[in-house]
C-alpha cells in the first residue's frame, strides 16, 4: 500500500521519524520541482509517496531528467 501525503504532511512524517532529519519542506519542494522525486498536483497541492521519498534517499529510485520542451529559434536574416 501507498502512503501519499502533501509535502507538508510528508516533511512532519519524517520529522517525527528522526527529530534531527534534514529534510524540510523546502528541500521536499525542491524535489518535487526538479522532478527528482515523482509528485501528482490535486488542486494547489502537490502529493508524494513516502515510499517514494525513502527510495530516493537510501538511493533507490530510478531518476528520470526532465526534459525541457524544445523551444522555437528565432531565425535572423543577415
Known amino acids: ?25 523546502t528541500a521536499i519542494r525542491t524535489l518535487v520541482r526538479t522532478g527528482k522525486v515523482a509528485s501528482t498536483k490535486v488542486g494547489k497541492k502537490y502529493l508524494v509517496s513516502l515510499e517514494t521519498l525513502e527510495e530516493y534517499l537510501q538511493g533507490k529510485a530510478d531518476i528520470e531528467e526532465p526534459t525541457l520542451p524544445k523551444q522555437k529559434t528565432a531565425w535572423r536574416v543577415t
Open 1 to 25: 500500500m501507498t502512503h501519499v501525503r502533501t509535502i507538508k504532511e510528508a516533511a512532519a512524517y519524517f520529522k517525527t521519524m528522526d527529530e534531527g532529519t534534514c529534510l524540510t519542506e
